[in-house]
């Protein structure tokens, strides 16, 4: 049998250390792929400092009406990031018309970016049914509106825990399509997002490839894809349990972040210093 050289030796075994960090932080070359494609620096480093300073912390999800949903184990109030294996960046600060919602794969950091088409909330009634709602603020390309308040339609922006999955309303064509709960930890950005049922969904209005490409329809708040590709992203970052994963004990999922908003106006090392974590819902911080 050929023998191998230092350098074959050498180069596999960079690969297999790669492939088997465990360290949690994104690649330099995903980073790459990322300002590439338009995504913001800003975004990026908001991310990195959170990654690098909260990801082994615990939060308390916020009291809710809907308990049972919204703390997926009806007497557990506490998550934390138990999916190390990818992050997600959906970045508002870009048009609808961009690929948005990006996957960063953690466990293969020679991996190309994943990239989706996503939407964005309304924040406004469209069918002026309900007269406490303004006419919709937000145009189909751009969200300039946030908010955490119930009934407001709106993107909510801010950091997040991905939880279990379930059947939801937006079941698809063939009814088989996932649906993923989001839990909001930051403080007044996004921690109603859970009893707000904003969630990671399907919609046929929003569409990867053909004549329809693109995004055409704003949400209630909710991150919608492309049916044909919601169940492959649920599956990727999604927390435990579920109507499709009954019996599953863990909890927390994935980082899931949204930037926009009052987000863009923070410094670029705010999450790198010790007073952003008044920003979230640390447990010591509720103590």
Same mark, same amino acid.
């Given at each position: 049998? !050929?023998?191998?050289?230092?350098?074959?030796?050498?180069?596999?075994?960079?690969?297999?250390?790669?492939?088997?960090?465990?360290?949690?932080?994104?690649?330099?070359?995903?980073?790459?792929?990322?300002?590439?494609? /338009?995504?913001?620096?800003?975004?990026?480093?908001?991310?990195? &400092?959170?990654?690098?300073?909260?990801?082994?912390?615990?939060?308390?999800?916020?009291?809710?009406?809907?308990?049972?949903?919204?703390?997926?184990?009806?007497?557990?109030?506490?998550?934390?990031?138990?999916?190390?294996?990818?992050?997600?960046?959906?970045?508002?600060?870009?048009?609808? !018309?961009?690929?948005?919602?990006?996957?960063?794969?953690?466990?293969?950091?020679?991996?190309?970016?994943?990239?989706?088409?996503?939407?964005?909330?309304?924040?406004?009634?469209?069918?002026?049914?309900?007269?406490?709602?303004?006419?919709?603020?937000?145009?189909?390309?751009?969200?300039?509106?946030?908010?955490?308040?119930?009934?407001?339609?709106?993107?909510?922006?801010?950091?997040?825990?991905?939880?279990?999955?379930?059947?939801?309303?937006?079941?698809?064509?063939?009814?088989? !399509?996932?649906?993923?709960?989001?839990?909001?930890?930051?403080?007044?950005?996004?921690?109603?997002?859970?009893?707000?049922?904003?969630?990671?969904?399907?919609?046929?209005?929003?569409?990867?490839?053909?004549?329809?490409?693109?995004?055409?329809?704003?949400?209630?708040?909710?991150?919608?894809?492309?049916?044909?590709?919601?169940?492959?992203?649920?599956?990727?970052?999604?927390?435990?349990?579920?109507?499709?994963?009954?019996?599953?004990?863990?909890? /927390?999922?994935?980082?899931?972040?949204?930037? /926009?908003?009052?987000?863009?106006?923070?410094?670029?090392?705010?999450? &790198?210093?010790?007073?952003?974590?008044?920003?979230?819902?640390?447990?010591?911080?509720?103590?």
């Amino acid at each position: 049998m !050929k023998s191998l050289s230092f350098n074959t030796i050498l180069f596999t075994g960079l690969i297999f250390s790669a492939f088997t960090s465990q360290a949690f932080e994104i690649s330099q070359h995903q980073e790459q792929d990322y300002l590439k494609s /338009g995504g913001s620096p800003k975004a990026l480093k908001h991310l990195k &400092c959170f990654m690098s300073q909260f990801h082994k912390e615990t939060y308390t999800l916020k009291s809710s009406s809907i308990a049972y949903r919204c703390n997926n184990l009806e007497e557990n109030r506490e998550i934390a990031i138990e999916n190390r294996d990818y992050v997600v960046l959906v970045d508002y600060s870009q048009q609808s !018309k961009s690929r948005r919602f990006f996957v960063f794969d953690l466990k293969n950091p020679i991996a190309s970016l994943k990239r989706y088409f996503v939407s964005h909330g309304r924040f406004g009634n469209t069918s002026h049914r309900n007269t406490q709602l303004a006419p919709n603020r937000n145009s189909i390309l751009d969200v300039e509106y946030y908010s955490n308040v119930l009934g407001s339609n709106a993107s909510s922006e801010g950091f997040y825990i991905t939880g279990h999955v379930y059947q939801g309303r937006w079941t698809g064509p063939r009814g088989d !399509k996932k649906s993923l709960v989001l839990h909001g930890i930051s403080r007044n950005k996004n921690d109603n997002a859970c009893e707000r049922l904003v969630v990671v969904h399907g919609n046929s209005h929003i569409r990867e490839s053909g004549s329809a490409e693109g995004v055409r329809s704003m949400s209630s708040g909710c991150f919608m894809l492309d049916y044909d590709h919601v169940n492959e992203v649920v599956d990727l970052i999604r927390g435990g349990g579920g109507a499709f994963y009954p019996g599953e004990a863990w909890v /927390g999922g994935s980082l899931f972040y949204a930037f /926009g908003g009052s987000e863009e106006n923070l410094a670029d090392d705010y999450y &790198c210093e010790n007073q952003s974590s008044s920003s979230l819902r640390l447990n010591y911080s509720m103590q």
